[in-house]
Nanobody, 116 residues
Framework: QVHLVESGGGLVQAGGSLRLSCAAS????????MGWYRQAPGNQRELVAT???????NYVDFVKGRFTISRDNAKNTVYLQMNSLKPGDTAVYYC??????????WGQGTQVTVSS
């Protein structure tokens, strides 16, 4: 079992920055990779960025150059630094831990609202 707790969401003006955190606990040794997803009202949940246990990162095109995913293994925490935020980035952001192709865990989500 893996437990994920996100924090760091909030309200920010367009062009501003936020840093999300995702603290993992439990069977963290079983985690292969972690990622951030987001879901805006009326939309499906979509991938934002991932980071493997080895530190390899991957981003979707709409956040490249603006968002950075990183991890602190000593703190069992993954971060998402979000810069140059746009109103279209408004969503609930979820942390995900990939344990196996058929098993993963989600956090409870944190709201990010970007005003124009």
């Amino acid at each position: 079992q893996v437990h994920l707790v996100e924090s760091g969401g909030g309200l920010v003006q367009a062009g501003g920055s936020l840093r999300l955190s995702c603290a993992a606990s439990g069977s963290i040794f079983s985690i292969n990779a972690m990622g951030w997803y987001r879901q805006a009202p009326g939309n499906q949940r979509e991938l934002v960025a991932t980071i493997t246990s080895g530190g390899d990162t991957n981003y979707v095109d709409f956040v490249k150059g603006r968002f950075t995913i990183s991890r602190d293994n000593a703190k069992n925490t993954v971060y998402l630094q979000m810069n140059s935020l746009k109103p279209g980035d408004t969503a609930v952001y979820y942390c995900y831990a990939d344990v196996s192709p058929r098993l993963g865990y989600w956090g409870q989500g944190t709201q990010v609202t970007v005003s124009s």
